[in-house]
């Protein structure tokens, strides 16, 4: 719920302690006058035998990466692609995923990364709003995108390729051009692409290689989502540094196992989790045997002091909490997590180098220590605004009143925070109705919009509801229909049309009214809590029969909270989502002492299937990694299984 903020600097402190100017110095001397890829370029020309990226079995060095890059790079300046100019990009994860970021921005441009599993509507209207006239895809995607001016289908041995040199070019980009365009959720109920420049992006790198020091033995994996800003250092902090960066397989940011094997497999240093997967990942056993992992990096979410605590009993590296919008260079504050804190929270930090933070009320003044305020950033890594969205621009990018340089901006973020006494900031909460899921930016209004587009709804509420006894939260959707009882296996595959999986709603809640406050406006706080009752589905109900069909049967109704569970119920159908099922796949292979990947439960999304998968698998090591000799093989394999998967969805 939104958090209050001060009116009038009116303050409960008893000392009114004002922000100490010091609190703000973070003035570092870093050479911003570059681009991205000239620092890749840099590092190729350094280490060009060392290997920069590692997929499956096979590997690319810096200097084949520089060339590939090169190459395409080429072909995008032949299509017209120059200084300021979106390129849009949908790949599943690969080295052409890779590459072709690497190539845009050489060719001077911005990548703007569509997610494969976006709902083709969504992905049409990125494109249309972006206004893209080129995106590289893999082939299997490239009818996908058959209204951009230039798409071009790309994987490393297409013959054209070897029409262009794999020389440098010569940049044409400043460290003022756009770098990267990330879309997020719009209150609006439309999303919106953040326009984020090289000097920011550059700061952000050089700020994070100033505090961590990589080295050409380090090893980071790429396992976040290129459609959320964290995958940009992931892409890019190694590949500046001369440290080697592996890539996960499609989809196996959602397996906790996989990442595990892949940590231990790989000697992986450095790792990226929102809290809510670091939640599911500590259920893993045997932790204790990720000796090579130096570091793990926590953002996306609010990190509470439970898991802190719960990650410090089972591993001996160092957890770091990391903050940002996606309106900045990916973070703007950074905190080393500390064992036994006797505070029982854990800050969002201070300020990186070269930005500024303010805790702000709505009079745009500071205010005391102790006090919450709205968040402002300012600094080279706030984004420049919106793509194709000056009105939006101008009401969250406004003046930075505390600057003498002219064209200052500051990022409204719409975070409820107040500084501790130390100078570190704790984040309280939204002002407003967003929401975070799986680290996921959602903005409510434009679940409602999609609820509402269905026959026979009314109007419509979405809220984050924590679930019973658990601590991550889910979205609840609260509607007034014309219909007795929600058709929700229809409602989802509405929903999917037009919505990512992470913003369905994983419960649907019919009322004949909305609960009002004092000022006429839904009380959100008085909305029910969703029942536990099993949906109506389009199958009905049929009881377990098998010893192991029951153990699975209960394990989904305890975590999907509802019961009964019924043989032939869709795990998508019954709100499952892919969080629950790392939660599902875990508990099952502690139950059954087997090997279950998280795949199998995409395959077999019912508990008649699933068991007889299990039933037939023969795996019971847990610490077993298929490895592909054949890396195309590999990708093309995986694609038809992602697509495979997404009918079934």
Not at 80 to 89: M, Q, R
Request: charged share 20%; hydrophobic share 35%.
């Amino acid at each position: 719920m939104p958090v209050a903020i001060p009116k009038n600097n009116e303050s409960s402190s008893s000392n009114n302690r004002l922000v100490p100017s010091s609190w703000n110095l973070t003035d570092k001397d870093y050479f911003l006058n570059i681009t991205l890829s000239e620092l890749f370029e840099k590092q190729a020309s350094k280490t060009p035998d060392t290997i920069a990226l590692k997929f499956a079995a096979d590997t690319l060095t810096y200097d084949q990466v520089n060339r590939y890059a090169n190459q395409l790079a080429y072909k995008l300046r032949a299509c017209g692609v120059t200084k300021e100019s979106v390129v849009g990009v949908c790949f599943d994860r690969s080295f052409e995923m890779v590459i072709s970021l690497m190539a845009i921005l050489k060719a001077g441009g911005a990548y703007l990364p569509i997610d494969p599993d976006f709902p083709d509507e969504r992905k049409q209207f990125i494109v249309s709003d972006a206004q893209l006239e080129n995106i590289i895809t893999q082939p299997s995607y490239k009818d996908t995108f058959s209204n951009v001016k230039n798409a071009i289908s790309f994987t490393l041995y297409d013959d054209w390729l070897k029409a262009y040199s794999g020389d440098n070019l010569a940049p044409v980009a400043s460290c003022e051009n756009a770098a990267y365009v990330i879309y997020t959720s719009g209150s609006t109920g439309t999303p919106k692409g953040a326009v984020n420049t090289h000097a920011g992006i550059v700061n952000r790198l050089l700020w994070m290689q100033d505090c961590f020091s990589l080295t050409e033995t380090d090893v980071i994996i790429q396992k976040t989502p290129y459609s959320f800003d964290v995958s940009v250092w992931e892409f890019f902090w190694p590949l500046i540094t001369g440290a080697r960066l592996v890539i996960a397989q499609p989809d196996g940011h959602r397996d906790p196992q996989y990442i595990y094997n892949i940590i231990l497999t790989e000697k992986i240093t450095t790792i990226h989790f929102v809290p809510s997967m670091l939640q599911i990942f500590l259920e893993t056993e045997h932790l204790s045997r990720l000796q090579s992992l130096r570091r793990v990096i926590c953002s996306g979410e609010a990190l509470p002091y439970v898991l802190q605590e719960q990650f410090f009993s089972k591993c001996t590296c160092d957890l770091f909490n990391l903050y940002g919008p996606t309106e900045a260079a990916v973070d703007v504050t950074w905190w080393k997590c500390l064992r036994n804190d006797s505070r029982k929270i854990v800050p969002i930090g201070k300020p990186i180098a070269n930005i500024r933070i303010y805790i702000l009320d709505e009079k745009m003044n500071q205010v005391p220590v102790g006090e919450p305020g709205e968040l402002h950033i300012g600094g080279v890594g706030v984004a420049r605004g919106y793509l194709n969205r000056p009105e939006l621009t101008t009401s969250n990018f406004i003046r930075d009143c505390f600057s003498n340089k002219p064209h200052a901006q500051l990022y409204k973020t719409g975070d409820i925070c107040r500084y501790l006494d130390d100078g570190a900031i704790e984040y309280l909460g939204r002002g407003d109705d967003q929401v975070k899921i799986r680290g996921f930016r959602i903005e409510p209004g434009e679940i409602e919009k999609t609820i509402c587009s269905f026959d026979g709804v009314k109007a419509a509420v979405v809220v984050a509801k924590e679930t019973s006894g658990k601590s991550e939260k889910i979205l609840v959707g609260y509607l007034l229909a014309d219909f007795e009882a929600i058709p929700v296996s229809a409602l989802r595959k509405h929903m999917a049309k037009h919505l990512p999986e992470y913003m369905v709603p994983s419960k649907f809640v019919k009322l004949d009214s909305f609960p009002l406050n004092a000022n006429g406006k839904v009380s959100k706080k008085a909305l029910p809590e969703p029942k536990t009752d099993r949906p109506l589905l389009q199958r009905s109900y049929k009881s377990p029969d098998s010893e192991l069909e029951q153990k699975i049967a209960s394990i989904w109704e305890s975590h999907l909270n509802l019961e009964p569970v019924g043989i032939e119920d869709n795990f998508f159908e019954l709100g499952g989502t892919s969080l629950i099922a790392g939660m599902i796949i875990n508990t099952i292979q502690n139950t059954i002492s087997k090997q279950v990947s998280i795949v199998s439960l995409f395959q077999n999304p019912t508990v008649r299937t699933l068991s007889l998968a299990i039933k037939n698998s023969t795996t019971t090591e847990s610490n077993n990694r298929p490895e592909h000799s054949d890396r195309i093989q590999m990708q093309k394999k995986m694609t038809n299984q992602m697509k495979w998967l997404k009918r079934k969805v």
